[in-house]
């Protein structure tokens, strides 16, 4: 069974710093992989996505991933936070014989110091 | 276009009641699935339902259950409430059954007392 690890519960930036989130994740083939961020009290918001080809991913916000199979990880970095981006955020693996099963990590808290 | 739309926002149960939540979702998306979110962890996939066919289900028990109707909107159904199922219970959509992104809504903050 697929699985997904943030190891990063808690992050805290400074304002203008850049960020890296770390997702590590278990899967027997080519997986799908997304990263998605979740306001307080909201929904979950699909910030980009990996299917296949170039293993850099551009995403919405200012955000990029980079898949690295040797080491199953894509992490999620933006070269400059604003304190907008304060927010829970979730990597996830697709499943691609369940359909679109998502299967999520625990989730990385951001906050922003100004 | 709208986006996925799920109702209510917020419910209060007791424990061994039966909840019912709604999920509209983006004009155009056939497929719908329902997640479950406790409070600090991520969320918990439950059921996905594509063309008014379940096509996958999570590890929950049977006291979960969930349907699509004609228009692809979608209910999710729990059973003997129990306190543990207190969650935000999220509701996405994709155009298709495969590895299309999905689109999330809001949630139902669902509390058992």
């Known amino acids: 069974a697929q699985s997904v690890t943030q190891p990063d519960i808690h992050i805290t930036v400074s304002e203008g710093a850049s960020l890296e989130l770390r997702c590590n994740y278990s899967y027997g083939a080519t997986p799908y992989l997304f990263w998605y961020v979740q306001s307080p009290g909201q929904g979950l918001q699909l910030l980009l996505k990996?299917?296949?080809?170039?293993?850099l991913v551009q995403g919405i916000k200012g955000f990029e991933a980079e898949f690295k199979r040797s080491q199953s990880s894509f992490n999620l970095r933006k070269p400059s936070v604003h304190w907008s981006d304060a927010a829970e955020y979730f990597c996830a693996v697709g499943d691609n014989n369940a359909g679109n099963m998502l299967t999520f990590g625990g989730g990385t808290r951001l906050m922003v110091k100004p | 276009d709208a986006g996925v739309t799920q109702s209510p926002t917020h419910l209060i149960k007791t424990r061994g009641q039966q909840v019912t939540l709604r999920c509209s979702p983006i004009?155009?998306?056939?497929?719908v699935s329902w997640y479950q979110q406790v409070l600090g962890q991520g969320p918990q996939f439950i059921f996905q339902y594509y063309e008014k066919e379940e096509r996958g289900r999570g590890n929950f028990p049977d006291r979960f259950s969930a349907r699509q109707f004609p228009n692809y909107s979608s209910e999710l159904n729990v059973n003997a409430l129990l306190l543990g199922d207190s969650a935000l219970y999220l509701c996405?959509?994709?155009?298709?059954?495969?590895?299309?992104?999905?689109?999330f809504g809001d949630g139902t903050r669902l509390s058992i007392l």
């Open positions: 004009s155009g998306h056939k497929s």
């Open positions: 996405a959509s994709s155009r298709t059954g495969g590895n299309q992104p999905q689109h």
């Open positions: 990996y299917f296949s080809g170039d293993t």
